[in-house]
C-alpha cells in the first residue's frame, strides 16, 4: 500500500514516530493509502528546516521567487490530468469538477501570486516640504497553513502561494482525510527546483500535527481554512502569543432570487451553487428564497433539474454528484435530513442514502435533497450542514427577505438574482456576508477580498490582501 510522506527540508520523509492513518476513498469505502501520523516532533523539524531557509528565501528578489512559483503553476497544468484523478479518488468529487475547477484553480493560485510581486505597488506618503513615509513589507518568517478537505489542493495552494510570494517559508498541513494531492505537490516543488525548506508539507491530524504548528513559538502566523468550532479553537491557542490570524470558517449562505431575475439563468446556477461538490463548498448557497409570484414556477423547474444529477462513480465523466467525503460526515448530513422532518420541513427531493452497484457499492453516496415549509429560524436553516441538502422558502418584501438571509451566526457569501439595478446594489450591500455575488455564483477574480463576517472567519484572503496578511509592515520616515 502506498505510504504518503512528509516534505520536510525538501525531503520526502516519513513520520519520525512511524505511526500511519489510514486514507479512505470515499467512493469505496475501502483504504487505499496510509498518511504519517506526525507529531510534535515532525513539526519541530519542519519549523527548524524553515526556519534555516528563510534568510536566503527572504534575500532572493522577488521575482526570482516569483518564477519558481510560476514553475510550479506550469507543473501542475502538465500534471493536470493525474492531479484530478487523484483529487476525485481522495475527495469523492466528480472528476469534472476537480478537472475544470480544482486543479486549474490550483494552478491559478501559484502564477497569480508567482506575478504579484511586480503588479502591487507600494505605499508612500508624502507632507510636502516635511516628510516622506514609505512602507516597506517584511515577510514574517515561517508561517502556517492549515487547509480542509473540499477542496484540497485548491485552498491549500491558495494559502501557500501567497505566502511563499511575499518571502516568508511554510509549514503546511492539508486535512489529513484528502492528503493526496499536497502529497504529489511536494513532488512538484522538488522538481521545480524549490529551496529545501522554504516549504515543508507535514502529514496529519489536527489535534496532533495541527495543534503542534499552531503552538510552535516560532510560526508567526496561521492562516486557517476549516470549521468555526477549529477557528474558535486555533484562536485561544495562538491569540495569546499573538500571533496573525487569518480564519476562514464555516457558512450558510443565503441564495435570493427575486421574480425579476434572468429565470432561466437563476435556475440553473441555483442547481449548481446547491449541489456542486455535493454541497460540500464553504460557498454553496444552502437557503434559497424566491420571490413569491414565481416560488411554484421555480419551484418546479429546480426540481426538474435536481431529478438529472446523476450520481455515481467519480470517476465516470457522466457522475455530477460523487461520494460525500467520509461515513461520519455522511452520517451528520443524513442526521440534519431526520432534523429537517422534525421541524415540519416537507421534503421535495432526495433524503435517501444512495447504494451503488459494483466498485462503489461501499461509497457515501446521497440524494442531492430540497426541503420547503422550514421556518428561517429553525436549525435547518440556521446551522451549517455542508452537504448536498438544501431549502426552498418564498417571500414577499425585500425588508422580509434581508431579515431572514442575515438571520444566521454565519456572514460568508450570498447571491441575488435580480434585473432591477438599484434593488441588486441595495440588498446587496446589506446581506451580512463577506462575499456577494449578483447574477452569478463562484465567479472569482483572485485579485478580490476574499472572506467572511460575524462567525465566518477574520481577516480577508485574495490579492493585497494576502500579501498584507503575510508581511509585517513597517514605516520609515525620511524628515525632508
Ligand atoms: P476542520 O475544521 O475539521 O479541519 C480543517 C483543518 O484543520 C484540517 O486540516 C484539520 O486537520 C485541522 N485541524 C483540526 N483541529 C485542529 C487543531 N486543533 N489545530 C490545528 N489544526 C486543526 O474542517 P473540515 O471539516 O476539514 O472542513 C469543513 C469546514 O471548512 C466547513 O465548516 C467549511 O465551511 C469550512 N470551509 C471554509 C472555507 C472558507 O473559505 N471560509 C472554505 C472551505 C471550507
Known sequence: MLHLLNYIGGQLLPPRAGRYLDNVDPATGQVYSLIPDSDADDVQQAVAAAEAAFPAWR????????RLLVRISELIERDLERLAQAES???GKPIKLARTVDIPRAASNFAFFGTAAGHFASESHLQEGVALNYTVRHPLGVVGCISP????????????????????CVVAKPSEITPMTAYLLSELCMEAGLPAGVLNIVHGTGPGAGQAIVEHPAVKAISFTGGTATGAHIARTAAPMFKKLSLELGGKNPNIVFADCD????????????????????????????ERPIYERFKAAFLERVAGLTVGDPLAEESRQGALVSEPHLQKVLGYIDLAQQEGGRLLAGGQRVHLQGRCAGGYFLQPTVFEGLSPECRVNREEIFGPVVTLTPFDTDDEVLGWANNTDYGLAATVWTRDLQRAHRVGQQLHAGVVWVNTWLLRDLRTPFGGMKNSGVGREGGVEALRFFTEPQNVCIKL
Open 149 to 168: 478537505w473540499n477542496l484540497p489542493l485548491y485552498l491549500f495552494t491558495w494559502k501557500i502561494a501567497p505566502a511563499l510570494a511575499a518571502g516568508n
Open 89 to 91: 479518488v481522495d475527495n
Open 59 to 66: 534575500a532572493l528578489p522577488a521575482e526570482q521567487r516569483g
Open 263 to 290: 429565470f432561466e439563468a437563476a435556475v440553473a446556477t441555483s442547481v449548481q451553487s446547491s449541489f456542486a461538490n455535493q454541497g460540500q463548498i464553504c460557498l454553496c448557497g444552502s437557503r434559497i428564497f424566491v
